[in-house]
């Protein structure tokens, strides 16, 4: 309840190249000792209670860096959404952090060499000028605000949608919107009757002009989620020696979609995002630092 809130974070793994630079390859595995060493929570498994409760714990390295990064992005995506919702009472938010000054398992969201976690992109969207979130209330009642930060009236129409992970649209609405500047407004609710909310369902707001980034709502923890996890397709054109278009479909819902190029130098207009059935998105990966081939490119998903 907070008017300006201060020192909240996440632990997550660094990106699996600053973990391959760092550890030795023969503890290349989640709490070894020198993982462990690098970690800097007390105690270590702390952070495994807080993936335990999001996506479960991981068997695997490859799971520990994704499943941390799952829990730390969608933990700072929840607060920093509720807190905004609560302008102008509650003004500013600071979470703890933004970098590394040493290659360990951090609150960072960009780790020591610079690489972006996914929760760095999900904080790049929940603070963009304009946020749509939803809120769930105790009864399972849902509602939809949107949060303006801009010196300008934000309107315009949001369509929003309940789906399921299979790919069925359940029920469509269009939503006006006309929000004041430095505003935050509840502009539209439903029962808990009309959303139904389940394991196999997702909420999706989205703005057809651009006003905000999509927003999405689960309505239970990852781990619960009844899905089955969809690799979009992906068809990488080069545009130039230092640049990647990477076009991306997806015939169900697909999540934690991510593209990873082992340097931190590459950028990207979007990353760690979720797709709706039946959707396409563009993504451009630069480097100008070096030269890009579609080969260095790895996609995932969760």
């Known amino acids: 309840m907070g008017r300006f809130i201060s020192g909240f974070g996440m632990h997550a793994s660094p990106a699996m190249e600053t973990l391959g630079r760092t550890i030795p390859r023969d503890q290349l595995y989640h ?27 991981p068997n695997d390295l490859d799971e520990y860096v994704d499943y941390s990064a799952i829990a730390q992005a969608e933990g700072l995506k929840f607060a920093i959404e509720h807190f905004r919702r609560r302008k102008p009472h509650c003004s500013g938010t600071l979470f703890w952090q933004l ?10 969201v960009l780790d020591y060499y ?9 904080v790049r969207r929940t603070y963009s000028p304009a946020l749509a979130s939803f809120k769930q209330l105790p009864d399972g009642a849902m509602e939809l605000w949107i949060t303006n930060d801009t010196l300008h ?19 469509e609405e ?24 389940g394991n196999e369902r997702y909420l999706w707001a989205l703005s057809a002009s651009g006003l905000f980034p999509p927003s999405r709502q689960f309505f239970m923890a990852i781990k619960d ?41 590459a950028r990207y207009t979007d990353n760690y995002f979720g797709m709706e059935p039946d959707t396409e998105r563009t993504v451009v990966v630069e480097n100008r630092g070096r030269q890009l081939a579609p080969a260095i490119l790895k996609l995932g998903w969760r």
């Not at 009236?153 to 359940?170: D, M, P, Q, S």
């Not at 269009?174 to 909310?197: F, T, Y």
């Open 114 to 122: 610079g690489f972006g976690k996914a929760g760095y992109y999900y």
């Open 99 to 108: 970098n590394d000054c040493w290659p360990g398992l951090s609150w960072s």
């Open 153 to 171: 009236r934000v309107t315009g129409t949001i369509a929003v949608r309940l789906g399921t992970f299979a790919g069925e649209k359940i029920w």
């Open 225 to 265: 989620l009844r899905r089955n996890p969809a690799q979009p397709e992906a068809n990488v054109v080069p545009d130039g020696a230092h640049r990647l278009s990477v076009r991306l479909r997806a015939n169900q819902y697909s999540y934690f979609v991510h593209l990873v190029v082992p340097d931190e130098t």
């Open 31 to 57: 709490h070894s000792p020198s993982m462990d060493h690098h970690n800097k929570d007390k105690p270590k498994n702390k952070g495994d209670n807080l993936m335990l409760t999001v996506t479960g714990l």
């Open 174 to 197: 269009s939503c006006p919107v006309d929000v004041g500047p430095n505003d935050s407004h509840l502009v539209r609710g439903w029962l808990a009757s009309r959303i139904e909310g």
